[in-house]
């Protein structure tokens, strides 16, 4: 059996587990998830300063952007593998949330967004009306 290697395939692998991808960022990793009639979003955002957050909304989409401050220059660095500067991830919304209820919070390096599904999308009851009289059927 005959295997070929690629290097270039490998290098984008490697590529991708270190920087992540435009779908999964390495510098922001989150979780999401559905509890009643609210989404929950936590984005890890460890060593980083609340006041450098920033959260926008525009249509249907959340962009947060965070900013970790660049090393100490005067440091003798033996590792440095935290993602330094500006960074940011977007969240694409469905129509069903509610993005002028959009709360956060942050609180142990993680970035929480609590997004109520919007009035319109939530499930209600239709009331049938009842007739005890049939009804002529006109041709």
Do not use: C, H
């Not at 998830?33 to 525009?58: H, N, Q, T, Y």
């Amino acid at each position: 059996m005959l295997m070929r290697t690629d290097p270039f395939r490998d290098l984008d692998r490697l590529n991708q587990q270190v920087f992540g991808t435009p779908a999964r960022p390495a510098a922001m990793p989150m979780d999401a998830w559905r509890d009643g009639d609210k989404f929950f979003v936590e984005l890890d955002l460890p060593g980083i300063d609340a006041d450098s957050l920033d959260v926008d909304v525009e249509r249907n989409v959340v962009t947060v952007r965070a900013t970790r401050s660049d090393l100490d220059s005067d440091r003798s660095m033996i590792a440095a593998e935290r993602t330094r500067g500006v960074f940011s991830r977007q969240l694409f919304l469905g129509e069903n949330l509610d993005t002028d209820a959009i709360r956060a919070d942050y609180r142990d390096g993680v970035l929480r967004l609590v997004i109520p599904v919007a009035e319109k999308a939530k499930s209600r009851k239709i009331e049938i009306a009842r007739r005890n009289e049939p009804q002529a059927v006109n041709a």
